[in-house]
């Protein structure tokens, strides 16, 4: 155990003594003692405890440097302490009432059976403190060892009591790369209709977790595979029937697997960190397909605007996991926007055209220079590259007029207080009005002088019906 003594050092030593001295067992638990035998950093640690909450708290004052107790309700004391932080939570068990949407939680009564409660056995070790004595009922070190998500307890019991578990096994799967135990899956299978009880925010913060780790592709296989997706996602399912109209892809799921890997690959190539909106978009980006789908004489099909309706379904799916507002309006953004550069050709596009793609991607045109590259997933490497350098050269152009016009604030060569000066007019809607037509001049012609747009501003003024 010197391995384990060494991980924690002294802050946990210090705080198992004093813990000792009162009486009271304390354990350091799950992810952080997983983590140490990964060989992986570990920063913040989770401990529990026979103690209660009031008692956690006054074990540790004048110790911590700091406490928080927003858990508390839930048997959670936070602290920190010489740059650590540290989560100690009394014994406890806790199980969904059969049409209940919140877990009850109830105090448990030894080690022993909080660790029975966890999720999975590779979760469910401890190190005992302040004697640093390892804990391993359930097998998780072999677990570990085997690369093995399975529960410590039958997993009819264990998803029955909290069903969230089967999101955190699928999660797991690629977070740690580990294959789920076949019982551990039948029961999923069977199970997956009681994610039905479990809130929305949190299958959202798991669907999230998933998302950003190194391989979601693992886990959302899983996800679909076990049934889950179609509780909680179910647009994603529904891909797998279709067939994408390149014909080069076994259906439009596989394609859309695809394309979320190749954003992830341009992240890292990009030095970008880990992007849930850009991630959640490659992922959402075609679920309009299906639904827009039409065949062809000859065999052909067509999905014509799939982007508008996938950018509706896609509003409407992440709203209804009450993801952020910014994120539901970045990603709709996104899939919106996602064809829009197949118009681009050979580079035919006007300087105006590239302008507006880039006012309409706003904020997002990072993400969308990524989607759009990792859209491309054809197997003719001769058409691969030519798209490669097409979108290079629109990338090059943004940056040109970027450089020259300042796009990102885009704005008419007059302001309202100049445009109603020219017109000879106070504030009122027909200022608007006219901002907008400086505005559609500027981005069909660039800069054009506030001379020069003065002059335009009188012509179009003469041309209003309200001056006939």
């Known amino acids: 155990m010197a391995l384990l003594s060494q991980r924690f050092g002294t802050v946990c030593a210090e705080l198992g003594e004093r813990f000792a001295a009162a009486g009271h067992e304390l354990a350091i638990v799950g992810g952080p003692v997983r983590d140490a035998l990964l060989g992986r950093d570990v920063t913040d640690l989770d401990l529990t405890t026979d103690a209660t909450p009031q008692r956690i708290l006054e074990l540790v004052e004048g110790w911590a440097e700091a406490v928080w107790t927003i858990g508390i309700d839930f048997g959670t004391v936070g602290l920190r302490r010489s740059g650590h932080q540290l989560e100690i939570t009394t014994y406890r068990t806790e199980s969904y009432q059969p049409k209940s949407r919140k877990p009850e939680v109830r105090y448990g009564e030894s080690l022993r059976g909080d660790l029975m409660r966890r999720d999975f056995t590779v979760n469910a070790m401890a190190v005992r403190l302040p004697e640093v ?4 009922p359930f097998g998780g070190l072999e677990d570990l060892d085997a690369g093995l998500l399975r529960t410590p307890a039958p997993p009819e019991e264990s998803f029955g009591d909290d069903p969230l578990r089967m999101l955190r096994a ?32 949190r299958c ?12 979601p592709r693992i886990g959302l296989e899983e996800l679909v595979d076990l049934g889950l997706a179609a509780q909680i996602l179910p647009e994603l399912p529904e891909l797998r029937l279709e067939i994408d109209e390149h014909f080069r892809h076994k259906d ?20 970008m960190e880990p992007d849930l909106v850009l991630r959640l978009a490659a992922l959402l980006h075609d679920i309009g397909k299906p639904r827009t789908r039409a065949f062809v004489p000859g065999g052909g099909v067509t999905f014509h605007h799939h982007e508008v309706v996938g950018a509706s379904m896609s509003k409407k799916r992440l709203t209804a996991l009450r993801f952020p507002k910014d994120v539901v309006a970045a990603v709709t953004k996104l899939v919106s926007l996602h064809l829009r550069f197949h118009g681009y050709g050979s580079g035919e596009w006007t300087d105006s055209a590239v302008r507006r793609y880039a006012r309409d991607a706003g904020d997002q045109l990072e993400r969308l220079h990524v989607l759009t590259r990792a859209d491309c997933t054809t197997r003719n490497r001769r058409k691969a590259a030519a798209l490669a350098r097409a979108y290079d050269d629109i990338e090059q152009r943004i940056e040109r007029l970027e450089r020259e016009e300042e796009l990102s604030q885009l704005r008419p060569d007059l302001d309202g207080n100049e445009i109603q000066e020219v017109l000879g007019i106070g504030p009122g809607p027909l200022v608007g009005k006219a901002w907008r037509f400086l505005l559609e001049l500027r981005m069909e ?24």
């Open 252 to 271: 439009v799921y596989e394609h859309s697997m695809t394309v979320l890997e190749q954003a992830i690959d341009l992240e890292r190539e990009r030095g």
């Open 445 to 468: 012609h660039g800069p054009l002088g506030k001379e020069a747009a003065a002059e335009e501003l009188r012509r179009w003024q003469a041309e209003q019906p309200s001056n006939g």
């Open 133 to 136: 004595d390892f804990v391993d």
């Open 170 to 201: 699928v999660r797991f799967a690629a977070q740690l790369q580990f294959r789920i135990d076949e019982g551990t899956r039948d029961a999923a299978a069977r199970m997956a209709d009681r994610i039905a009880i479990v809130s929305a925010e």
């Open 204 to 215: 959202r913060d798991e669907l999230s977790k998933l998302l950003l780790t190194p391989q």
